[in-house]
């Protein structure tokens, strides 16, 4: 996704994780991530750092690598040298009337309809554009999408399935919490692909953690 204000230029991403870019006159722009957990209305930090095109030593891309569903927020500052700190963009999630894409990784057709049902109803929910993508091609051929999804810009991408503990980052070897990702002083969970460990869920907790239902 793509903002400008004035001679900003802000890029966005919710696919793989969530991603920002910002190109304009400054050197640091500061980028925050916030969450809305679930029945609240009051957001909490999660990630917050400075980026730069071309300043060297800063990132030139805002990361967070969580894959499964979060209410977030997106802010973006600039620092002007009359008022301080000042908030330039915010963009908080909302897949309404945009294409989502579902990946479905499974062998198992029982289990992939299964997830597909579940898939149904975050739409419903959510009232996305599904694109849906498995194994089976009649479980394909459901959505709308099926023949005509390419070029179509993806707001969101989920992959549905059962992914190896992989992340290995500071966050991951933090003593308070060892073994488990840690963020903003209050979220906690198991890897950057599920909320908790998969390996004693049923199917359909499993997709069920990944979509936030």
């Not at 993508?133 to 009649?138: E, I, L, R």
Request: net charge neutral; proline share 3%.
């Amino acid at each position: 996704m793509f903002t400008k204000i004035n001679d900003i230029k802000i890029y966005y991403s919710f696919n793989q994780g969530i991603k920002v870019r910002v190109y304009g006159p400054d050197s640091l722009y500061l980028v925050e991530l916030r969450e809305y957990p679930k029945g609240d209305d009051k957001p909490k930090y999660v990630e917050c750092y400075t980026i730069s095109n071309t300043v060297r030593g800063y990132y030139d891309t805002f990361k967070f690598d969580g894959e499964f569903y979060g209410d977030y927020e997106i802010l973006v500052y600039k620092t002007d040298y009359e008022y301080g700190l000042t908030k330039i963009f915010s963009h908080r999630f909302d897949d309404r009337d945009k294409i989502v894409e579902f990946n479905i990784d499974t062998d198992d057709l029982m289990e992939a309809e299964l997830w597909s049902q579940r898939i149904d109803l975050y739409t419903r929910l959510h009232g996305c554009r599904p694109i849906v993508k498995s194994k089976f091609k009649d479980i394909n051929k459901k959505y709308h999408t099926y023949y005509n999804v390419t070029g179509i810009e993806r707001y969101k991408t989920y992959r549905i399935g059962r992914y190896p503990k992989s992340s290995t980052d500071f966050k991951t070897t933090e003593l308070k919490h060892e073994g488990f990702l840690w963020f903003g002083g209050w979220k906690i969970f198991w890897s950057y692909q599920h909320p908790r460990s998969w390996n004693f869920l049923n199917s359909q907790e499993v997709v069920d953690d990944i979509l936030g239902l």
